[in-house]
């Protein structure tokens, strides 16, 4: 039984150069959620989406980060321009909507670096 | 401003003893509230829970207690063993978790002693 799947899992690139991170979440799953893990920070949601319409926004960062679900098994992080303080891990994770009190399953996470 | 708050960022506990970790809450809005354990170059895998209708949940070896008066959970493992030594994050969340995002501590280190 796949889990969330998220692609890459380690980026390396050069400030100024566009970054898209992929997830995929669990078959059946209404809920994606990104959140990014830094040492100053710590683990922080960035937006999610319920049946594939963003509801909060609010913890993106800057208008450089972009967030789409064009279907209920695939969305995308973008980060453009990226700058080296967006070096980070970013995780995808995804949950139940019906009903609450529900978990939510993590992705392993893509490491980005920005140079 | 952090709404949820692990104190300890480390904590060494030898194996079979049992092992507490502690979190604290400032928002009373919050009515779920989860443990994540996460290994190094892994996700956050989730532990057990609690909604804010109960006190205590018990799952095996591990169990969390809540205290809403004082906005206080803590998650008890007993026996502790080798393979719980990671980081445990507390989490929280203000509409029962699967439809709201989480709101996390920074993590607790747990390090079991042979």
């Known amino acids: 039984d796949a889990g969330v799947i998220q692609s890459p899992r380690h980026e390396v690139t050069e400030m100024g150069q566009e970054v898209t991170l992929r997830c995929k979440p669990i078959s059946g799953h209404n809920s994606l959620f990104w959140y990014r893990q830094t040492m100053m920070r710590g683990l922080e949601l960035l937006i999610y989406f319920n049946n594939n319409v963003p509801i909060d926004d609010s913890g993106m960062p800057e208008d450089r980060f972009s967030a789409k679900m064009p279907n209920a098994s695939f969305s995308t992080l973008k980060i453009q321009p990226s700058e080296p303080r967006d070096s980070a891990v970013y995780f995808c994770a995804s949950s139940l909507l019906a009903g609450s009190y529900n978990e939510q399953f993590f992705g392993p996470g893509t490491r980005l670096t920005v140079l | 401003d952090q709404q949820v708050k692990q104190n300890s960022p480390s904590l060494s506990v030898q194996e079979g003893r049992i092992s507490i970790l502690n979190c604290d809450y400032t928002n009373s809005m919050f009515d779920y509230f989860l443990w994540y354990k996460k290994y190094p170059a892994e996700g956050p895998t989730f532990l057990i829970s609690i909604s804010s209708i109960k006190d205590k949940n018990e799952d095996g070896r591990f169990t969390v207690f809540l205290n809403k008066s004082a906005k206080h959970l803590s998650l008890h493992i007993v026996p502790s063993q080798p393979g719980d030594s990671a980081v445990y994050f507390c989490?929280?969340?203000?509409?029962?978790?699967?439809?709201?995002?989480?709101?996390f501590g920074k993590g607790t280190h747990l390090i079991i002693q042979p």
């Open positions: 989490a929280a969340s203000a509409q029962g978790g699967g439809a709201d995002g989480l709101t």
